[in-house]
């Protein structure tokens, strides 16, 4: 069964501390990784999308990574306005871009 | 403009009650999506539609039914609320890639 886990679950960092999350999956044939942003009582937002091992996407104080096993989120001297919960999820390759498996994400706080 | 919206955006009802909740897009998406998120904040899709066509249903309970009268509406409808129904609810669109387009959610509270 196709697997995501995010760690840490939650993360508090001061402004300007770089850190990142992490995005470990298994699945059967992976077809693309995505990362979103959820804001309190919002919607998911997408950020990146990734398609091959040692891809790389940014955006802003973002970067995203992709291994054979897992993503990385860097973010780079965040800002308060970056706190969010920040969502992986993937696609299989058995499976169309109408399912992407999510995992239960990061809660990232940064503090002014 | 809002790009996907969905009614109500809360629902509070009693055990045993039926609830609908309406999804509309203005992308021109072909594809739309129920995901249910729960207390965890664990996101898991529920259905897909691609143009009206049922794609996907993911082992949801029959008590669940979604309707797609055109592409740019997907509505949810829950026969028979339980507990266990309660979370929150979002209606999503795409052109067929990874990249989903949420509404704001309708969180739902069974009593």
């Known amino acids: 069964e196709d697997q995501v886990t995010q760690s840490p679950e939650a993360l508090r960092l001061q402004e300007g501390e770089s850190s990142s999350l992490n995005c470990s999956y298994t699945v059967s044939g992976l077809r693309g990784l995505f990362w979103y942003r959820q804001d309190p009582g919002k919607g998911p937002e997408f950020l990146f999308t990734?398609?091959?091992a040692g891809e790389e996407k940014e955006k802003e104080r973002l970067k995203a990574t992709l291994t054979k096993k897992e993503s990385f989120l860097h973010i780079t001297a965040p800002k308060p306005e970056d706190s969010a919960t920040y969502l992986c999820?993937?696609?299989?390759?058995?499976?169309?871009?109408?399912?992407?498996?999510f995992g239960t994400g990061t809660r990232l706080l940064v503090s002014p | 403009d809002t790009a996907v919206s969905q009614t109500p955006k809360y629902l509070v009802t009693q055990m045993g009650n039926d609830k609908s909740i309406k999804c509309e897009q203005n992308?021109?998406?072909?594809?739309m999506y129920w995901y249910k998120q729960d207390s965890k904040k664990f996101l898991k899709i529920m259905f897909s539609?691609?143009?009206?066509?049922?794609?996907i249903n993911e082992t949801v309970p029959n008590r669940f039914s979604p309707k797609s009268p055109d592409k740019a509406h997907l509505n949810l409808h829950i026969n028979s609320l339980e507990l266990g129904d309660s979370a929150v609810y979002f209606c999503?669109?795409?052109?067929?890639?990874?990249?989903?387009?949420f509404g704001e959610g309708s969180r739902l509270t069974v009593l």
């Open positions: 999503a669109s795409s052109i067929n890639t990874g990249e989903l387009f």
């Open positions: 999820a993937v696609q299989a390759g058995n499976t169309g871009f109408q399912k992407l498996v």
């Open positions: 992308l021109g998406h072909d594809t």
């Open positions: 539609y691609n143009n009206k066509e049922l794609i």
């Open positions: 990734l398609y091959s």
